[in-house]
């Protein structure tokens, strides 16, 4: 199973909240130019970025341990499921990631969300996002606290990538898509 729009709508069943949604459709699109850029699954990398925090508001305890039966019961294969889990490793889940489907997932999970609190602060929106001007917020610890730093440079290193080209295709991914980039 890896159809985008089932799998948008089952995101949308479990997550109400507009902003978790965002979130949810801005690591998709960045899943997506990824994986254009490697020559994977786009359809596959966008699914796994859609549904990776599909139990995190109704199930904030044990995600994403939750979402596991019911990926599973909606078809999601095993490869799918891992990726989602090793997002969360190891501090919720004790499934690596290993797959480069897993190390991208981590790798455009902290970051999208720091890129889109930041954006909030601009009046053009993600429009008036650049790379510099994230890298320079990064340092502001006071700054979207929830957001973890360390996690943001381990994702770059992981897929191997130096991290301010990592910002940039995160930022331009995010830029490019409508769902994404919306006012
Ligand atoms: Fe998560
Ligand atoms: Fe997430």
Do not use: Q
Not at 36 to 45: G, H, T, V, Y
Not at 125 to 144: H, P, Q, T, Y
Request: overall charge negative; hydrophobic content about 40%; charged content about 30%.
């Amino acid at each position: 199973m890896t159809d985008l729009s089932a799998s948008t709508e089952l995101m949308e069943k479990f997550i109400l909240n507009e902003n978790l949604r965002k979130h949810c459709y801005a690591v998709a699109a960045v899943m997506k130019s990824y994986a254009l850029k490697l020559n994977e699954d786009s359809e596959r990398w966008a699914v796994t970025g859609i549904l990776h925090d599909l139990d995190w508001e109704k199930f904030p305890d044990t995600h994403p341990n939750t979402a596991v039966p019911i990926l599973k019961e909606a078809g999601y294969d095993d490869e799918i499921i891992e990726a989602i889990l090793g997002h969360a490793y190891p501090e919720r889940t004790d499934v690596p990631r290993t797959s480069n489907l897993s190390k991208y997932l981590f790798a455009c999970d902290e970051i999208t969300g720091f890129v889109t609190a930041y954006s909030y602060m601009k009046p053009g929106g993600l429009d008036d996002v650049e790379v510099k001007s994230i890298k320079k917020k990064m340092k502001d610890k006071a700054f979207a606290r929830n957001v973890n730093r360390e996690d943001i440079l381990k994702g770059a290193e992981e897929i191997g990538i130096v991290f301010e080209d990592h910002l940039e295709n995160v930022i331009g991914a995010m830029k490019n898509d409508p769902k994404v980039n919306s006012k």
